[in-house]
């Protein structure tokens, strides 16, 4: 070709790539355009995110205070029973939900207390199966302690019911305290009701307490008859502690 002629032009080739300075290509017929890329997300004002940061931190601490006041409500009540407090004999609940004291003569104290308050299931509680089912026959001929602890409550006399609840000393007698604190889990001691000043209601028979390996508490495991009215207590007889 003759130098200065110009070249005629050529469309593309179907494969050539348009030049940047070309707009772009549309989309074959049937296809959505592309949609354009949306704005980028915008960031949370910094008053928002200080503020959801403190309301994160208050609800961590209510959880940790809750988790705490329940741990020492469990810790120093949970194991009263429902009896006197702690320091008045101590009481502890069984994972088989018996309950119990760590002193034998507390442990029959709290049988009173239940059955002037009306707490059927704590009286009942107090004795293993066995007893327990001694318990209501012995003291009305039935076989469900709950009735019959119900019962004996309705007999305690009206405005009596202190009276009634203190029949047992809070602790162990004196005169029976080394050899009631000698004795080994597996250990029975006898607590005869008309050994004390039963006042304001019936008298509730003979209890034989068993010593326990856990935290050395003490369980009704036997129930014998006695006289709903005692005649003189004589106080605690110096051989009622056994094996």
Not at 122 to 127: A, K, P, Q, S, W
Not at 146 to 155: D, F, G, I, W
Not at 206 to 217: A, M
Request: glycine share 10%.
């Amino acid at each position: 070709m003759p130098s200065g002629t110009r070249q005629p032009a050529y469309p593309a080739a179907p494969n050539q790539v348009t030049p940047p300075n070309q707009p772009p290509s549309l989309p074959p017929p049937g296809q959505p355009p592309p949609l354009p890329p949306g704005p980028p997300p915008r960031r949370a004002p910094r008053w928002l995110t200080w503020l959801g940061k403190k309301v994160l931190g208050w609800l961590i601490f209510v959880l940790l205070t809750v988790l705490a006041l329940a741990w020492a409500y469990d810790h120093f009540f949970g194991s009263d029973g429902g009896g006197p407090t702690g320091t008045e004999g101590g009481g502890g609940r069984m994972e088989t939900n018996n309950l119990m004291a760590n002193d034998p003569y507390v442990q029959v104290r709290y049988i009173y207390t239940d059955i002037a308050q009306g707490k059927p299931d704590m009286v009942c509680d107090r004795f293993d199966p066995r007893a327990r089912q001694q318990f209501a026959r012995n003291m009305m001929g039935l076989d469900d302690c709950h009735q019959v602890a119900m019962a004996l409550h309705e007999r305690v006399e009206a405005g009596k019911a202190t009276e009634y609840a203190s029949s047992v000393g809070f602790n162990t007698p004196s005169a029976l305290a080394p050899s009631v604190a000698a004795m080994a889990p597996g250990d029975t001691i006898t607590i005869d009701s008309c050994e004390h000043a039963v006042e304001g209601g019936p008298a509730l028979g003979v209890f034989v307490l068993t010593k326990l390996g856990h935290k050395n508490q003490w369980l009704v495991t036997e129930h014998r008859p006695g006289p709903t009215e005692c005649p003189n207590a004589s106080g605690p007889s110096p051989t009622s502690p056994g094996r």
